[in-house]
């Protein structure tokens, strides 16, 4: 992308970046407190647009009952990491 210079940046291309406190939205487990955190299924529910977090194990099961194509599109596997420090203050958590 070019700047009003004309000089061209190399551009990161973030799918999402979010902050949850919640544990899974099925189960209500937490997530992996290490760095490496944990796999998760991320589901977008229109027309809010609020984000539904699962655990690796239920989003497993979900995706084993989702059979429409239409339905599968508004899953998306993630991974979530635990968050060192505090979030900005205009973040929402
Ligand atoms: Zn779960």
Same mark, same amino acid.
């Given at each position: *992308?070019?700047?009003?210079?004309?000089?061209?940046?190399?551009?990161?291309? +973030?799918?999402?970046?979010?902050? +949850?406190?919640?544990? $899974? $939205?099925? $189960?209500?487990?937490?997530?992996?407190? &290490?760095?490496?955190?944990?796999?998760? /299924? $991320?589901?977008?529910? &229109?027309?809010?647009?609020? /984000?539904?977090?699962?655990?690796?194990?239920?989003?497993?099961?979900? *995706?084993?009952? +989702?059979?429409?194509?239409?339905?599968?599109?508004?899953?998306?596997?993630?991974?979530?990491?635990?968050?060192?420090?505090?979030? /900005?203050?205009? +973040?929402?958590?």
């Amino acid at each position: *992308m070019a700047d009003a210079n004309g000089q061209i940046f190399e551009q990161l291309i +973030v799918n999402q970046a979010a902050v +949850v406190s919640h544990g $899974c $939205c099925a $189960c209500g487990n937490a997530y992996a407190s &290490n760095a490496p955190g944990d796999r998760a /299924l $991320c589901a977008s529910i &229109n027309p809010e647009q609020n /984000l539904y977090l699962f655990c690796a194990a239920c989003g497993d099961a979900i *995706m084993a009952h +989702v059979q429409a194509d239409a339905v599968r599109g508004r899953y998306t596997w993630d991974w979530v990491v635990p968050l060192r420090g505090r979030p /900005l203050p205009n +973040v929402s958590a």
